[in-house]
């Protein structure tokens, strides 16, 4: 909505006698990009959860002195 926004601000100036490119143009410009990296994060969210669905929920990660250390308890 922000970009339809801007978009519609940026098509208002134009109209008016501006000799130089209206500031709106650049604010559309930052929030198609904004809207693409958003999507192609969310999308990338998306994948890892649908591959780590299966993972054990118990894994505990913890930080060593020496490194890390990862524990999965056996259930018996």
Same mark, same amino acid.
């Given at each position: 909505?922000?970009?339809?926004?801007? @978009? $519609? +601000?940026?098509? &208002?100036?134009?109209?008016?006698?501006?000799? +130089? =490119? %209206? %500031? @709106?143009? $650049? +604010? *559309? @410009?930052?929030?198609? *990009?904004?809207? *693409?990296?958003?999507?192609?994060? #969310?999308?990338? +969210?998306? &994948? *890892? #959860?649908?591959?780590?669905? !299966?993972? %054990? =929920? !118990?894994?505990?990660?913890?930080?060593? %002195?020496?490194?890390?250390?990862? #524990?999965? =308890?056996?259930?018996?």
């Amino acid at each position: 909505m922000m970009t339809l926004k801007a @978009q $519609q +601000e940026a098509n &208002y100036f134009k109209g008016d006698s501006f000799r +130089e =490119p %209206p %500031p @709106q143009a $650049q +604010e *559309v @410009q930052d929030w198609l *990009v904004l809207w *693409v990296f958003n999507h192609l994060f #969310s999308g990338a +969210e998306a &994948y *890892v #959860s649908a591959h780590l669905r !299966d993972f %054990p =929920p !118990d894994l505990k990660v913890r930080a060593f %002195p020496g490194g890390i250390g990862v #524990s999965i =308890p056996i259930h018996e």
